[in-house]
């Protein structure tokens, strides 16, 4: 799962940390590029000693780089993250986008309400938290399974009463 709890053990305080799924990690990335520059690099080794070379070499090298560049831009488009604290008697969530400040938002424990929009959010089963006359997203670059995953862990987690 992409978010993980984590509570002490005399303490009444969970801590719920969720980030977007990485795929492919940094060394993924580069055995991929080195994979493709290889790759491409093959069916130009019958055209050493030709000026056709030279014609398709920056060509070739647009296209890796290409890759790179588009590889490079999803990464730091997942930097994203989200933690949520519940405390015996509030709730707060800090969104930090992957570029810009961070967002909070904090609620009355009690009053916090888990909200599954099914079909009227932006992303199928969109999952909201409401109070203090706020309505702000939760998880919102989860999968559809994990983001339901995630709204019946926090109807759980609300409803438990602290230590």
């Known amino acids: 799962m992409p978010y993980t709890w984590t509570s002490q053990p005399n303490d009444a305080t969970q801590v719920m940390h969720l ?6 990690p940094p060394k993924g990335m580069a055995a991929f590029i ?13 055209l050493l000693g030709t000026p056709l070379l030279w014609a398709l070499l920056p060509f070739l090298l647009l296209a890796v780089w290409g890759m790179y560049f588009a590889l ?9 993250f ?12 800090i969104h930090t986008p ?7 938002w904090d609620c009355n424990r009690y009053w916090t309400q888990v909200t599954k929009h099914e079909t009227s959010g932006p992303v199928p ?15 919102a670059f989860l999968s559809e399974d994990e ?17």
Request: aromatic share 4%.
């Open 19 to 24: 980030k977007p799924h990485e795929s492919l």
């Open 82 to 93: 989200e933690v949520l604290t519940l405390k015996e008697d509030s709730v707060k969530l």
């Open 34 to 46: 080195l994979a493709t520059f290889t790759l491409i690099l093959i069916p130009a080794l019958a």
């Open 125 to 139: 089963n969109y999952i909201t938290l409401k109070g203090m006359g706020r309505e702000v997203e939760i998880g």
């Open 72 to 80: 490079q831009q999803n990464h730091k488009q997942r930097q994203i």
């Open 98 to 104: 992957a570029k810009g400040d961070a967002i909070t």
């Open 147 to 163: 983001r339901l995953a995630l709204f019946d862990d926090l109807q759980r987690a609300l409803r438990r009463t602290p230590h």
